[in-house]
């Protein structure tokens, strides 16, 4: 009888996502994640196909797990983005997966386009609603929110230095700054412009 190979996969991705994380697609290595999940390089072009498959397979679970952990009420983007940020800071191998995917792979992941779609058709939802500003088009409003959720991370090492220098280098500040964006940007708007 062959060994159950589900042992040996859970450890190729874990692997997987410690070295994507750290290096991206191009800075990976096949054999590292072999050598560090205690199987051959084999086993992970059998069960997982070409490095990129393997990337594209990391980054789309990653995503789909991040999105069951954080459900989105398109109506209260704040929040979303608050719970979005918390998240992220307990997990930052996944905002990490996020900016490499951008980088490296620039190209739609079905699962993740699947995640997506779900966020723009309730942002869409609350748009029609009046609960969110309806002049952004959702998938762009999509975007603003996780731009801002991610900022931080995005931001200048010399822009990061000033913030430090301050003494006000906070995760819970960040957070409290993301919430507040988020809700400026998401308010409904009047006619004529932006309510106050």
């Given at each position: 009888m062959p060994p159950d190979a589900t042992e040996t996969k859970r450890r190729l991705m874990k692997a997987a996502v410690d070295e994507f994380a750290a290096y991206g697609?191009?800075?990976?290595?096949?054999?590292?994640?072999?050598?560090?999940?205690?199987?051959n390089k084999r086993s992970i072009?059998?069960?997982f196909g070409t490095k990129e498959e393997l990337f594209?397979?990391?980054?789309?679970?990653?995503?789909?797990?991040?999105?069951?952990?954080?459900s989105i009420d398109a109506g209260n983007l704040p929040d979303y983005a608050g719970e979005l940020y918390d998240r992220l800071e307990q997990r930052p191998h996944v905002r990490r997966l996020y900016l490499w995917a951008g980088l490296e792979?620039?190209?739609?992941?079905?699962?993740?386009v699947e995640e997506y779609r779900r966020n723009v058709t309730a942002i869409e939802a609350a748009q029609e609603a009046g609960r969110v500003r309806a002049d952004i088009?959702?998938?762009e409003l999509m975007a603003m929110v996780i731009a801002l959720v991610i900022s931080w991370d995005t931001a200048s090492w010399s822009l990061k230095a000033l913030r430090t220098e301050t003494g006000q280098d906070s995760s819970g500040e960040r957070r409290?700054?993301?919430v507040t964006a988020v809700a400026t940007l998401a308010q409904p708007s009047r006619a004529?412009?932006?309510a106050p």
């Open positions: 697609l191009a800075g990976a290595r096949i054999d590292r994640i072999a050598d560090a999940a205690q199987a072009y059998m069960h594209d397979k990391v980054v789309a679970e990653s995503m789909t797990e991040l999105a069951a952990a954080v792979r620039q190209q739609p992941i079905d699962a993740e088009p959702p998938p409290a700054a993301v004529g412009g932006i």
